[in-house]
């Protein structure tokens, strides 16, 4: 079974309006961390947001926002106010267990296209 | 701030070549990794690395290896380069508290003829 699925391929948005990129995760593990990262056509992976299974609000970075429903598993990337640099491939990822020697499971993505 | 250098951005090696992809981190990090990125399947783990001289399987470890003797170096070895290994090739670090985040280089592009 896929531990973290990104339903939307590819998403479009006008510029200064917000978004909403999906993300769904399947662990068992109690303790876990949420992460996303852009991916400008550059290559280069950024680390934008994260956040910890027992942490009680949800995570704010800036223009990013974490909608985190644990209940329901997912842990959805708001961005508001779109820019034109926002256009990148988005990917949501998961650390299952405590901190320590771990690697993350990372979905296959969202190409966001921010539009004039 | 946290950097990864991968030492090319863009390789082309023949089919059978033993191929050496070289990551440095500058920030102490415990652990370190190597993902593969193909369109639409995301990054797929290939090793990591948390300890000098210690390593663990990824999900897709099969036709490489790695190595690490020093604390800030990590290389991703492909013994017998095949065309299926042409991809994307992404290096990351991370601390062993905290949040664990990765931080990564900015990839090597890897094609194999």
């Known amino acids: 079974a896929q531990k973290i699925t990104q339903t939307q391929p590819g998403m479009f948005v006008q510029e200064k309006e917000a978004v909403t990129l999906d993300c769904t995760y399947d662990t068992s593990d109690p303790s876990y961390g949420l992460f996303w990262y852009k991916q400008p056509s550059s290559g280069e992976m950024i680390f934008l947001i994260y956040?910890?299974?027992?942490?009680?609000q949800n995570a704010t970075e800036g223009r990013y926002s974490l909608n985190f429903q644990k209940a329901r598993k997912s842990a959805n990337l708001v961005i508001s106010a779109s820019q034109l640099g926002d256009s990148a491939m988005y990917f949501c990822?998961?650390?299952?267990?405590?901190?320590?020697?771990?690697?993350?499971?990372f979905g296959s993505g969202t190409r966001l296209q921010v539009q004039p | 701030d946290v950097k990864v250098t991968q030492s090319s951005r863009y390789l082309v090696k023949r089919t059978g070549e033993k191929v050496f992809l070289e990551c440095v981190q500058d920030?102490?990090?415990?652990?370190m990794f190597w993902y593969r990125q193909d369109p639409g399947l995301g990054l797929r783990l290939i090793y990591f690395?948390?300890?000098?001289?210690?390593?663990e399987k990824g999900d897709i470890p099969e036709g490489y290896s790695v190595s690490r003797e020093k604390k800030e170096r990590f290389s991703l070895i492909l013994e017998s380069a095949s065309t299926n290994q042409t991809s994307m090739y992404l290096c990351a670090s991370s601390n062993q508290f905290a949040k664990n985040i990765q931080y990564f280089g900015a990839g090597t592009r890897l094609s194999v003829l």
């Open positions: 990822a998961m650390r299952e267990g405590q901190t320590g020697r771990r690697a993350l499971t």
């Open positions: 956040q910890g299974s027992y942490d009680q």
């Open positions: 690395s948390y300890d000098v001289k210690m390593k």
């Open positions: 920030m102490d990090h415990e652990n």
